[in-house]
């Protein structure tokens, strides 16, 4: 069952009375090089058309306006309060990240089957990761009496499906409490897993706050190769312009044509503006350029898209750095949020992302996209657990209404297989 949500728009951009209290957590992310995607076949029937053609705003010809890395004339960048030193970018040999798994799934056919539920989409989406749990538990949970045997085998079985070692010991332990010799089924142990995984994501469950504070609002979206970021920001500026709000793209993703090409098709199709550069143009210099047509505009909300890169490559991470530099320029508070996309699929490598992403860019909040069709929607916990970001959506499709708000609830009972 699904609690019972609040309006959109709070879910968005968060109106709970505890908000106030909800500090900023500095985040970081990693990435992996998966292949540069196609232009997605995008889903018109779902992206609403309202609004006038945006201008597509090209700097071709710009001046450049931002001196080269290092240059005496920026401003040192001022890290956040909590992120590590700056200097500190030389990140540690990482393991290769994982090929993600080839199941990815494809765009859903909205004409196939009738429109699900959030939750219910929620729940097909992490089928995979609810199976790998629900059978392994009811392997072990056969109308047998509780013993140390079965404990260690659920604590495997959970540590398996990615969900962390601490989750998984409070999991068993729980369970041990008054219940040994006693006989325990398997739905009783899917019920215990749905309260506790909803304990570790209740407090980093928390809506995307675009306060009016700053205009425009500036989301600088990053992560590794391939994780969404493209696709999550026409999602998202698609939701805000549903809301009224007034959104420019900055497609700074300027290694890859067809991520520029797939930025314009979003914000032609979102009623927002792009600002955008012939492939192979300063990153930094598109970044500066956009936040001064989106102030000039008067924008509500810039959504900076960036190129992908491995957490491990410390000369992308520095060009990270960079870019918040110049937008400092112009904005001393800028980016005001900082956004991680993490694919679901790449399992425990999202960890290192999270670490090295948030130590160099300060990232504010998580994404993760790709739950779809993946068994290792686990790992969304363990990275609760263990750095206590702020998750705002999470992605379970290549459409445009695959992207919802995160709630702990509905994502605890579609893990743990329940109704
Ligand atoms: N199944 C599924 N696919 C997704 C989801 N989010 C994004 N994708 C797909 O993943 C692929 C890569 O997405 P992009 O948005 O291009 O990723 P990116 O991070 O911008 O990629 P780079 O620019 O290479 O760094 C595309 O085919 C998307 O349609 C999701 O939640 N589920």
């Known amino acids: 069952m699904s609690e019972k949500k609040r309006g959109f728009l709070g879910r968005l951009f968060g109106s709970r009375p505890d908000d106030a209290d909800r500090a900023e957590s500095p985040v970081a992310v990693g990435g992996d090089e998966a292949a540069a995607g196609e232009v997605p076949a995008l889903d018109t029937a779902d992206i609403p058309t309202s609004g006038s053609a945006p201008d597509v705003l090209a700097f071709d010809a710009a001046p450049d306006l931002v001196e080269p890395l290092g240059s005496p004339d920026l401003p040192e960048a001022t890290p956040p309060a909590d992120l590590g030193p700056q200097e500190d970018v030389a990140p540690p040999e990482l393991d290769p990240v994982p090929e993600p798994e080839p199941e990815a799934v494809s765009a859903p056919d909205p004409a196939a089957a009738p429109r699900l539920s959030w939750f219910g989409r929620l729940k097909q989406g992490l089928s995979r990761s609810s199976s790998a749990l629900t059978e392994g538990i009811s392997s072990i949970f056969t109308k047998r009496r509780l013993d140390a045997a079965m404990l260690d085998e659920l604590e495997d079985v959970l540590i398996q499906a990615d969900l962390g070692v601490d989750t998984a010991t409070a999991i068993t332990e729980r369970l041990s409490v008054g219940r040994f010799d006693k006989e325990i089924s398997a739905e009783e142990v899917r019920a215990v ?47 805000l312009a549903a809301e009224g709000r007034t959104v420019m793209l900055a497609a700074g993703d300027t290694f890859r044509a067809a991520a520029v090409e797939q930025l314009k098709i979003w914000g032609s199709r979102t009623g927002a503006e792009v600002v955008a550069r012939d492939t192979g143009a ?11 047509a989106a102030r000039d505009k008067g924008v509500d909300v810039l959504l900076v898209d960036t190129a992908g890169r491995l957490q491990n490559k410390a000369e992308l991470m520095a060009e990270l750095e960079k870019v918040i530099r110049v937008l400092r320029k112009i904005d001393p508070a800028a980016p005001h949020t900082v956004l991680l996309t993490l694919d679901a699929t790449t399992g425990q490598n999202a960890l290192s992302q999270v670490e090295i992403f948030g130590r160099t860019a ?29 998750v705002h959506f999470i992605g379970v499709g290549e459409g445009v209404d695959d992207l919802e708000p995160f709630s702990a609830k509905d994502y605890a009972r579609a893990i743990a297989g329940l109704a």
């Open 282 to 292: 300063d990153a930094a210099g598109l970044a500066f350029d956009a936040l001064q």
């Open 362 to 390: 300060g990232v504010t909040g998580l994404v993760m996209t790709k739950l779809d069709g993946t068994a290792r929607g686990g790992i969304l916990v363990a990275i609760a657990a263990k750095y206590g970001l702020p």
């Open 193 to 239: 897993l749905a309260e506790e995984v909803e304990k570790v994501l209740a407090p980093v469950a928390r809506p995307l706050d675009l306060d009016g504070e700053h205009r425009p609002h500036v989301v600088l979206m990053v992560g590794v190769n391939g994780t969404g970021k493209t696709t999550t920001i026409g999602k998202l500026s698609s939701k």
